[in-house]
């Protein structure tokens, strides 16, 4: 068997709080269809910048209050790297090294 990880998140908690359905929050983003949301919502997959934005408006919360795990990893990583407000910006490989050494 295939071990797939998936990403921790709370879109399918932030998406009840707010009493929404899977299709209506597909409709206002412009989906066809509920099929990628829930696969962002079981960790399968991940919303493009644009679309995590955009949930956090529906939501009334900060994007990293999404995938708060995923924020503490880059942010440590970031922190060991020497990386600051004031420093250079994440790069990707940073990111990668942080996304990578995650969840199961």
């Not at 929404?20 to 269809?33: E, F, N, P, S």
Request: aromatic share 4%; net charge neutral; charged share 20%.
């Amino acid at each position: 068997m295939i071990k797939t990880s998936t990403v921790p998140n709370n879109l399918r908690h932030q998406r009840e709080r707010v009493g929404l359905r899977q299709t209506d929050i597909a409709k206002l983003l412009g989906l066809q269809c509920s099929d990628r949301l829930s696969r962002w919502e079981h960790g399968i997959a991940m919303p493009s910048v644009v679309n995590l934005f955009k949930l956090a408006v529906l939501y009334g919360v900060a994007p990293q209050e999404l995938y708060p795990e995923l924020f503490s990893r880059v942010e440590e990583g970031a922190a060991s790297t020497g990386v600051s407000e004031e420093g250079p910006e994440v790069t990707g490989n940073v990111l990668n090294t942080v996304v990578a050494s995650g969840t199961s």
